[in-house]
């Protein structure tokens, strides 16, 4: 295994919380998008991942090893989900105007899914209550499975994408007192009020 998918992968693991196939997959995949837009250095890129995965589902970790390996997550704004029951995603690199979208090969899921793992699982075992002699085997598969049959990868696309613009603007909800950002505010009976005010008042 090289140095830099080793470190990817064991960042993943801490971050998730348990050891399981779908966070090197999140990896593979991640990296693969990364390498067909030409990015070699996250750090110096404008890039903006939507996955396809959840709301939530087996092998819902995939989005976890996304975000590790492209640098797009959750906190950093970058990220999102559109809940469509997918291990897919789009990358885009936003300044170059360039996607590409990834989906895991249906037939791996279904192997994965079929594995004595992912049965208990499914059962309400926790991951961490089962042995990793169990578990580890499927992860060693999805490292070293040949691309073509870990995912599809699609053509490079042109896109327009604006990320969604960030706000630093801070209101004061007219009704709980709460500090909540601008762009989130809602008025209401003359009032500027947040969202959870908005839907009970
Ligand atoms: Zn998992
Ligand atoms: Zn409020």
Known sequence: MKTKFKELLETSFKFNGHKCPAIPLGIRTGLTALKKLGVEDTSN???????????????????????????????????????????????????DKKSVRIVVKPKLQKKLLDSEFMKLRSQGVKSEDIDFQIVNPLIQ????????????????????????????????????????????????????????????F
Do not use: W
């Not at 053509?155 to 994408?161: M, S, W």
């Open 45 to 95: 890129k404008e890039l903006y991942c939507i996955a396809e995965t959840g709301p939530v589902h087996a092998m819902h970790c995939f989005v976890d090893g996304v975000q590790v390996s492209t640098a797009c997550t959750f906190g950093e704004g970058n990220f999102e989900k559109t809940n469509r029951g997918k291990l897919a995603f789009t990358l885009i690199d936003v300044k």
């Open 141 to 200: 598969m999805v490292i070293t499975l040949p691309d073509n049959e870990l995912m599809t990868v699609g053509k490079i696309k042109e896109t327009d994408f604006k990320p969604p613009k960030g706000t630093f603007n801070l209101v004061i909800c007219e009704e709980c007192g709460e500090g909540v950002f601008e762009n989130a505010i809602r008025y209401k009976n003359g009032k500027f009020i947040c969202k959870s005010c908005f839907d009970s």
